[in-house]
């Protein structure tokens, strides 16, 4: 009973411990802006703590350079379940430019099993909050492939638009 | 009967010491213009710090009996203090001192936890934390001395209720201006949270400590501050006593809350200090209440 | 002395009350001129290839499936939202919309997938006049070209007729092990 108690207070109370590894301080920075009074995130009861040993989420910001990497997985297997791993920037997610250097592993999902990627570079701190509201269950999700074909030739299209035009010239005149 | 009063005090405290916690938490957001927290937090915190996985980083005694001792050690104090000015099943048998050694224990457990956690944040922290307790204490001795020397006797009953039975004197205004500018550190909060510093030590001597642990740490700390808002109003301002019980509990919750609006502003509107000059501002506070307590020995 | 300080400090307070946004319940725009998610419009796109070669993160992929059709793939998990891509564009087609609200549990949310159909000159296939002015010519690029949409990889192998072989090839590309 009080397990399950526990499982409905989880999403509730969420404390962050935000780990960098190698970023330039853009996305720490953002990260540091959502807990300002203007964006405050904590009306919806996550605290910044300071020891992974306390926390239930990790923010992972910055490519996973080559020295941090056995640095994040201490870090990550610190965190005692249940947990959440999100990835804030475009370096967490995917690299960023970097990607394929000699330096760089290229995105926390190469180095620790990742839940939510949250792109941009700086990540807008409205960007964060749409995340955690997100992962909360707050908001539904709104990206999603997107595919596009073109089937007719643009010297098509062209001519139908002008022929619609004259049609509706026709139609003009006659009503007149 | 006694023991009901006993098993009353023990359910309001800790049914009421997260609800005092989230005001303060919402006070201080709201000193800081934003929204805040839901006022029951903590309740949510606790509860999912009991739902987490146990990771025993030191695998020592030590380390597992520490936070079950803190917690102990409050919950006895709780059990024997005279709230709604009822005497209890243990009035008999207990008087000040044991409250001071049960508070001393507490403290005690703090540091055991935090020295055997094998990590050097912790041990900072431990330090700390015990300058913290040794300047803190004499203030709160004297608190409790002042009554025992009005009345010539140790028991709670008399040093807790009665001190102002004989109108406000120049030694209890003395002893409450020096117990309202010594309440910050009793309960942990800025100016004085140097131990549980969050951002410099990284949470200070609970660093290693994880999930229900965690959990029964946090009870302590909350629990104790409620013990110490309460001891403020019980010797200082006891003059409202309806005969009914009920009446008389919801009196002393509404006048604790009070206490601890005063404990949110002063915290949240205040930087904090290093040790050595809170060991000075401390210097002073001990020799004020030496002089109160003197004061109340010669008659005044 | 500081006493009333503090007191004031505690009443100046009371002034702005509480300036929190309400942001996920209620939408907030974003500024002008800012840099969302990049947007192509396949009505106006040429399949010219400006905007992969320009890109910094080597995110927009370009591969000829057969003679006519072109695919160009947007994978937006590296993507810094520079705008190059719109920048050197020559049909205005790309267009960087406000769209910030991208956060995703799958890296393949966020991708966009064009196919082009390409005219092929009347004589010779598919080549055009290389001219030496403009800053994609100058890249020195033939016609055809093979990134490998699988593992996300700009490979600049370029061809002047359409060759299955290269197809083959590249579609069974690994990227070199390193660490």
């Known amino acids: 009973m009080l397990s399950k108690l526990s499982k409905k207070c989880f999403p509730k109370s969420l404390w962050v411990y935000h780990c960098n590894s190698g970023a330039c301080n853009g996305c720490d920075i953002e990260i540091l802006n959502v807990l300002t009074p203007y964006y405050d995130v904590e009306r919806f009861g996550i605290k910044l703590v300071g020891s992974p040993r306390h926390a239930d989420v990790m923010l992972l910001s910055g490519a996973v350079t080559r020295p941090t990497l056995p640095l994040v997985k201490r870090a990550y297997e610190a965190i005692p379940a249940p947990k959440l791993v999100f990835g804030i920037g475009s370096c967490a997610t995917g690299g960023g430019c970097w990607f394929d250097t000699y330096n760089v592993t290229g995105g926390a999902d190469k180095a620790i099993p990742v839940d939510y990627f949250i792109p941009g570079c700086p990540t807008k701190p409205e960007a964060i909050i749409y995340g955690v509201a997100l992962a909360l269950g707050l908001v539904d999700k709104k990206a999603s492939p997107i595919e596009l074909k073109q089937m007719e030739f643009p010297i098509d299209s062209y001519e139908m638009n002008k022929a619609w035009e004259e049609r509706n010239v026709i139609y003009q005149l006659i009503k007149d | ?300 | 002395m500081w006493l009333t300080s503090k007191i004031k400090q505690v009443l100046m307070v009371l002034k702005p009350g509480v300036v929190t946004l309400k942001y996920p319940f209620v939408p907030r725009p974003a500024p002008e001129n800012f840099r969302g998610a990049p947007y192509w419009d396949h009505t106006k796109c040429i399949g010219c290839g400006g905007c992969s070669n320009h890109c910094p993160a080597r995110t927009i992929m370009v591969r000829d499936i057969c003679q006519e059709i072109r695919v160009m793939l947007y994978d937006g998990s590296r993507c810094t939202y520079c705008g190059r891509c719109a920048d050197v564009c020559p049909e205005d087609a790309i267009e960087m919309t406000k769209n910030y609200e991208l956060a995703t549990g799958d890296k393949n949310d966020i991708t966009e997938t064009m196919e082009l159909f390409m005219l092929t000159c009347q004589r010779c296939g598919r080549c055009y006049e290389m001219e030496t002015s403009n800053a994609i010519d100058k890249m020195d690029l033939r016609g055809y070209r093979y990134d490998n949409l699988e593992t996300r990889t700009v490979i600049r192998k370029t061809t002047d007729q359409f060759d299955t072989s290269v197809l083959r090839e590249t579609a069974q590309y690994k990227r070199p092990e390193k660490i």
């Open chain 2, 1 to 300: 009967m006694d023991i009901v009063y006993s098993l009353i005090n023990v359910v309001i405290f800790i049914l009421f010491a997260p609800l005092f916690e989230g005001v303060v938490r919402k006070l201080t957001a709201r000193v800081q213009s934003r929204q805040g927290p839901p006022v029951i937090q903590p309740y949510f915190d606790i509860l999912k710090l009991l739902g987490k996985t146990r990771i025993n980083s030191a695998d020592n005694w030590p380390f597992k009996l520490a936070p079950v001792m803190a917690l102990a050690s409050i919950v006895a104090v709780v059990f024997i203090i005279p709230f709604g000015f009822r005497q209890n099943f243990a009035s008999r048998y207990v008087d000040i001192i044991t409250v001071v050694y049960l508070l001393t224990l507490g403290g005690v457990s703090v540091l055991l936890g935090a020295l055997s956690s094998k990590n050097t944040f912790a041990m900072i922290g431990a330090s700390r934390e015990m300058v913290t307790m040794i300047m803190v204490e004499p203030v709160l001795a004297m608190t409790l001395i002042l009554g025992a020397v009005k009345f010539k006797s140790l028991a709670l009953q008399s040093a807790m209720f009665n001190v102002t039975g004989f109108g406000y004197s120049v030694s209890i205004i003395l002893m409450l201006v020096v117990y309202l500018l010594a309440l910050q550190a009793f309960v942990g909060k800025q100016p004085f949270d140097i131990s549980e510093a969050e951002i410099e030590l990284l949470e200070g001597p609970f660093i290693e400590y994880s999930g229900p642990n965690y959990a029964l740490f946090k009870y302590y700390m909350m629990i104790k501050q409620m013990f110490y808002a309460f001891l403020f109003v019980s010797v200082f301002i006891p003059f409202v006593e309806t005969g009914f019980y009920f009446a008389d509990i919801v009196i002393q919750l509404a006048e604790i809350l009070l206490v601890f609006v005063v404990i949110a502003l002063v915290g949240s509107t205040n930087p904090r200090f290093r040790i050595d000059q809170a060991v000075k501002y401390y210097a002073v506070m001990i020799f004020l209440s030496m002089c109160a307590v003197g004061l109340s020995v010669r008659g005044f």
